[in-house]
């Protein structure tokens, strides 16, 4: 389940992002042009996978493997 999504006239744009046992808070917010900022708050340390999906599809180029510390 992603844990942000929005959707735009062209479709659903979506954003997760999973730690070793718990998914970081996003949230993705829409800019005043065609653009989104993407805010992630790690809820542990480690290593962390983000998707970017467009339509239910992975977005080429939008996988990332991030290391966050959590305080």
Not at 1 to 17: E, I, K, N, R, S
Request: hydrophobic letters at 40%; glycine letters at 6%; a positive charge.
């Amino acid at each position: 389940m992603p844990c942000c999504d929005w959707l735009t006239v062209a479709g659903a744009l979506t954003a997760q992002c999973v730690g070793v046992s718990k998914t970081a808070v996003c949230k993705l917010i829409q800019r005043d042009d065609v653009t989104f900022t993407l805010s992630i708050r790690p809820q542990e340390t480690g290593r962390h996978m983000l998707t970017v999906k467009f339509n239910n599809e992975h977005v080429p180029g939008h996988h990332a493997l991030l290391f966050t510390l959590y305080r």
